[in-house]
């Protein structure tokens, strides 16, 4: 049983910022890829950051130089910095990582979602 567990969002004002942090927990091999997704209000749920587990990372071109994904192998646990947030920005965001529970079996696992919301 793999658990991811999100904190760190909340309320801010436009140009403010917020860190978001989720942790891997359970019968874990080896974390690959990790990332954020977001959905906003009357919206599909789309692709934030991602990172690889050496690192690379991936940006929607939304958040690219506002937005910074990094992780803590060791923790388990990745980040979301998210800085000059504007109202286009709220919504749930949820974390992802695929996770290998052994040798032959991986999978992909989801956080709760934790909702940020930026007023103007």
């Known amino acids: 049983q793999v658990q991811l567990v999100e904190s760190g969002g909340g309320l801010v004002q436009a140009g403010g910022s917020l860190r978001l942090s989720c942790t891997v927990s359970?019968?874990?091999?080896?974390?690959?890829?990790m990332g954020w997704y977001r959905q906003g209000p009357g919206k599909q749920r789309e692709l934030v950051a991602t990172i690889s587990s050496n690192g690379n990372t991936n940006y929607a071109g939304s958040v690219k130089g506002r937005f910074t994904i990094s992780r803590d192998n060791p923790k388990n646990t990745q980040y979301l910095q998210m800085n000059s947030l504007n109202s286009e920005d709220t919504a749930v965001y949820y974390c992802n990582a695929n996770v290998q529970t052994n040798w032959h079996r991986k999978a992909d696992y989801w956080g709760q979602g934790t909702q940020v919301t930026v007023s103007s």
């Open positions: 359970g019968s874990i091999f080896r974390i690959n890829d």
